[in-house]
């Protein structure tokens, strides 16, 4: 696979952005933006969810996240049936309650100083019940690093109107347990869950489990040779500093996994023949030096198809708090 050039294309909310979300769902400024195909909408048709993390409304900025009280919500959700990519991502609507204009939180936290926040990191859709994968984060400690007490899974079994935290937990008492942050990926027989320590230094490890038990369990973990039921088993599939993570299955070129690498300073697409890999070094499709404070990077799982010259993806950025829509050509 050559990974040819990347252009930055649209805003997906903020300011400027193609579905307005400042005037339509009060979204100033938020970050991450992943994407799961959810299945047909009340409509028939093919469709996404996009949820995002902390988004603030009226009063956000001038830059970062803050203040709370500009409408802090701790994570967000999204539709689109967008299928042009070519000038942006485009949203339909936002899950809001109420009768609010603004869009709602949805996955539920507690004040500070129990938890800071709750942050969602990948969902997943699975015989039209949606999955959430969130941290609960205790204390931020500078660039790249915060604590988190547990990480868990949340649920929607109405269509994403409402969510409701179940098992299995992570927890995290020595700050080390490597399923904090979450990335779903998906087979005709596996729901794979990537996760990493708290933090963006640190490789990535790999379980496994049925469709039908994602909240049940065994969930199993690759050793490096097989699957195994201990998690403190398992060895790392992606090597080095993976911070936010997004991986598919791709129709061309076998499985494909973007994340940040905060040292390096750079967001990077790797590739493999088999979601235990091995997995390549990665080549970077966006640098902190075009893009200061860029992070994230998740790939719309509607362009991942062998036909597909390019795959499209959201990219965070600090400074300006929002998200935004990025393409990468693919060749090969």
């Known amino acids: 696979m050559i990974v040819g050039a990347t252009e930055l294309i649209s805003r997906v909310t903020g300011p400027g952005s193609l579905s307005d979300t400042p005037g339509r769902f009060d979204i100033h400024g938020t970050d991450l933006g992943f994407i799961w195909d959810a299945g047909p909408g009340a409509d028939g048709r093919p469709r996404c969810l996009v949820m995002f993390g902390d988004t603030y409304g009226q009063g956000w900025g001038p830059a970062g996240a803050g203040p ?103 927890w995290n008492p020595s700050g080390r347990n490597r399923f904090q942050i979450g990335c779903f990926a998906a087979d005709a027989d596996w729901v794979y869950l990537f996760g990493t320590t708290n933090g963006r230094y640190g490789p990535a490890y790999l379980s496994r489990v049925r469709p039908a038990e994602i909240t049940s369990g065994p969930y ?71 893009y200061p404070g860029l992070y994230g990077g998740f790939i719309h799982p509607w362009t991942v198809g062998a036909d597909d010259p390019a795959i499209y993806w959201t990219m965070s950025r600090w400074g300006d708090y929002d998200v935004f829509w990025m393409r990468t050509e693919l060749s090969g």
Do not use: C
């Not at 949340?154 to 994403?160: E, K, M, P």
């Not at 040292?263 to 990665?282: C, K, M």
């Open 220 to 290: 199993t973990y690759f050793d490096g040779q097989g699957w195994v039921g201990s998690r403190r088993r398992a060895r790392p599939v992606l090597s080095g500093n993976v911070g936010e993570l997004s991986v598919m299955p791709h129709e061309r070129y076998g499985w494909l996994a973007m994340h940040l690498d905060e040292t390096r300073g750079e967001i990077l697409l790797r590739q493999a023949p088999a979601v235990t890999g091995p997995w390549t070094e990665g080549v970077p499709v966006a640098t902190f030096a075009q």
């Open 68 to 170: 709370s009280s500009a409408n802090w919500r701790k994570n967000v959700l999204l539709s689109s049936t967008d299928t042009d990519f070519t000038d942006g991502l485009q949203f339909d609507a936002a899950v809001t309650r109420n009768g609010q204009r603004s869009a709602s939180q949805l996955i539920s936290s507690l004040p500070k100083p129990v938890e800071h926040t709750v942050i969602p990191n990948s969902g997943i859709t699975v015989h039209g019940v949606h999955y959430v994968h969130w941290m609960s984060v205790l204390s931020w400690l500078g660039p790249g690093r915060w604590r988190t007490s547990h990480a868990g899974l949340a649920v929607s079994v109405d269509d994403g109107l409402t969510w409701h935290k179940r098992r299995p937990l992570w």
